[in-house]
């Protein structure tokens, strides 16, 4: 077993030259700003860890922009960190080496949209309820839904998922192409629009979950969908958690084609209804939408229905209206922030594991158990479908036996997923919080080919330098 | 534009060392060959090129086998070339630096099946037949149909698609994970069982499609999917080519979940009538299959029927018995080498572009004029509901100007795909036919990157040298 992220100990600043920080303000005037509050904002993440701001942000409007900056940094081999909106968990933006955050949340742009072959190619800065906003009078949306209004670069570079994976896949499956800077500061494109290819290495899904360590993306080429003709959305409670994640296996085993199947835990459904104003039933739940036909949709609600009646299931009721869908999802997206609110002046420590479905009612009741004996408050919600799912910890900022606490049982549940045949993380990736994880589950060998080739993409270590493995 | 490969230029054997040879003979008895009829079945596949056999065969039996080859071949620095059952179009197998071909076809074990996960893991060497004979008892299937009976190792290399890609993706989205042997004769496995997962490099996608160029993959872990309740198969005929694809645009833009969208052009059908006295009506056709429930299936069907019968498509015609679906699929599947058959002796120059939906009316209503024109029989076949086909020029076995010409019109139709933003490749590979085409393709950068990684993974340029780019 790895040994925990010594975060201090992996602290490791090197100085900003003064010519290069010079260059930039040449280069961007007042877009390269070295501000303290400009550099801790961009320091620090939904993550536990502190922030540590870069020397330096420079907010991009191009990818000439973007190539401007990394050549300055290859010259100089000076840290670059791409940065979106800041939502991402693990301390992927922190700047554990120094150096210049490449703010990219201008690049707000719909390259080209093209409905009649169901793509799109955005800038990495638009955030998905932007593009969902410009492709809807074509009768088209993109899925992945990873509940924060993250932008599209960032969700490439975590390899995101969330709600509708489960029907349509991960960012893996829905990046068709990508532009990318690399760190010499080159601009490649790699991928088509075609639906498929078999030319060469697959550099795209290379690049979709790298984390900013090889490169940064300024364009992203996505699957779009057509907005199903019905959808419908359904909750239904259970007694216990083993229950409603026993539903979930068989739903999945069934094959129905089910756009989200997601859990809440009693504390979770606390929260929102504390939130939110819900009303719901203080138990566990499952909450479910369905796209397809009108007839298709009432074909997979009833063979769910009957399976949810078949193993406990209670109250299963129907929400059709898009305005009662959107309040169940809104406050589903906002349980992260309603959990935070159980305890004013927390922290979370948020689990990400994921495991074959058949394993899933395993690994969550032995969390369950571990936390419930820790007297730490937490709460659940998962993508169950997929077989992922998230169990937050609730610790007192600055508490240092509670951070062990929830960081030992994370480390417990993660080796539980690794010896299930799972994975560390589902959908936030690596960042800092689980470079050790990393190791565990892939294997020295594994992760040596990944270091190989980080090597061989950024010889300077200047990507997003201390993160995902050790150089 | 680049120059198409001067095979004979390409050529660069490098000297099998007698050492090397008496070691492998030691370890590996008499599955280790150099016999003349050995090396040349070995030496071949089902591209143009001349047979250019490897120095040695060896049939390996595990990955233990297979990773004691790889350190011989390390220490010594002779070239691998990975086998299955040599079906591969591009070739991916040719001995062009001499070397050692490692043959998989004895790697048959189902490892570990897990239907209640819907995941499997098998033996490089298993084919797609023989996989799916061994999970249909349990009510599932593995979509992925290139129409040969290929080894799974071999579809994960050349990240083969086929029939069914245009429902369940191709070996990009159905690989959840590998074993491989690296350059080095290291064993490394990447990927999990978990459904999705965001923990470090995605390994598993660099290595498919990377055509035996970084490593020797052992094992494939693989999506399973619950056998259709309702499947049911159409065929419709259409006046023109140009009205079949139009209608298929029409189906794809509708978002139909149809399982199989084929095109056959005149001369396809005429084939299959005289290989398989299929008594078709000889115009161009789609055959269609559809999966789901019984209502969805129904649901589907009637869409496409009114879709094709707005755009002049002709003798809707279903096939609802299995034995009818089986003849029909036979037949397409045989198209290959019923196209052969049209003109004994000659061989073919098999183009695979895959362009946006929306583009595939035009590219191949051009290919088609260019095709008539130059007087060469020609066939077409295509998986259109991607937006991929194959057009097959027949050139006479040895005819240099038959060939150039086949080959001319081949990069003519290579450069309208890239015009429009398609690929060269929708699922044959690069192998050695279509290196120039990579570069037009994806650009000098992309490919250095494509190369940067190849150095790091395979520093001595042993893994398939040769292949896919210049070293």
């Given at each position: ?26 280069r ?47 010259a ?36 080209q ?17 932007q ?89 992203v ?20 958690i083993?229950a ?5 296996i ?20 606390r ?17 479910m939408?369905f ?70 009612a ?22 169950v ?6 169990l937050?910890?609730?610790?007192k ?5 509670q ?8 480390e ?24 050790g ?7 020295a ?27």
């Amino acid at each position: 077993m790895n040994a925990p992220l010594d975060f201090h100990a992996h602290l490791a600043r090197r100085p900003l030259p003064a010519a290069m920080l010079q260059a930039l303000r040449a280069r961007f005037g007042e877009r390269c700003s070295s501000a303290a509050a400009v550099c801790d904002q961009h320091g620090r993440d939904e993550s536990p860890f502190p922030t540590t701001p870069p020397d330096a942000v420079v907010y991009c409007e191009s990818t000439e922009d973007v190539a401007a900056v990394l050549r300055l940094a290859d010259a100089y081999e000076v840290p670059v960190i791409p940065y979106g909106v800041g939502t991402s968990l693990e301390g992927h933006l922190l700047a554990v080496q120094g150096g210049v955050s490449v703010d990219l949340s201008r690049m707000t742009a719909i390259v080209q949209l093209n409905p009649e072959d169901l793509t799109v190619t955005v800038q990495a800065g638009v955030t998905r309820e932007q593009l969902n906003q410009a492709v809807r009078d074509q009768g088209l949306f993109f899925p992945i839904d990873p509940g924060a209004n993250a932008t599209l670069g960032g969700m490439a570079a975590t390899r995101a998922s969330g709600t509708n994976a489960v029907r349509y896949g991960t960012m893996r499956e829905n990046v068709l192409g990508l532009q990318v800077v690399t760190a010499s500061g080159e601009v490649v494109r790699t991928g088509t629009r075609a639906k498929k290819s078999s030319a060469g290495y697959d550099l795209t899904r290379l690049f979709v979950g790298s984390e900013g360590t090889l490169g940064v993306m300024t364009e992203v080429t996505l699957k779009l969908y057509p907005l199903p003709e019905a959808v419908s959305a359904a909750i239904c409670h259970f007694a216990s958690i083993d229950a409603a994640v026993r539903a979930t296996i068989q739903i999945i085993q069934m094959g129905v084609p089910i756009a989200r199947c997601e859990l809440l835990d009693v504390n979770a459904v606390r929260a929102v209804n504390a939130q939110s104003r819900l009303g719901l039933r203080e138990s566990p739940m499952l909450l479910m939408e369905f796209h397809g036909s009108e007839a298709g949709v009432k074909e997979q609600a009833e063979t769910v229905q009957a399976i949810t009646g078949e193993l406990g299931g209670e109250d299963f009721q129907w929400a059709s209206t898009p305005e009662e869908r959107t309040r169940l999802w809104t406050a589903r997206h906002k349980a992260y922030f309603a959990g935070m609110q159980l305890n004013p002046g927390c922290r979370s420590v948020t689990t990400d594991t994921c495991v074959p479905i058949s394993k899933l009612a395993e690994i969550i009741d032995l969390s369950v158990v571990d936390a419930d004996a820790s007297g730490l408050p937490y709460y659940i919600v998962g993508h169950v479908g997929d077989g992922n799912f998230h169990l937050a910890y609730l610790v007192k900022e600055g508490d240092a036996s509670q951070r062990a606490l929830a960081e030992a049982m994370s480390e417990r549940m993660v080796q539980r997923a690794i010896a299930l045949e799972g994975t560390c993380s589902g959908e936030h990736g690596v960042g800092l919080h689980k470079m050790g994880f990393l190791v565990d589950e892939a294997g020295a060998g594994a992760v040596a080919l990944m270091r190989s080739i980080k090597h061989a993409l950024d010889p300077k270590n200047i990507m997003n330098p201390g993160k995902i493995f050790d150089w």
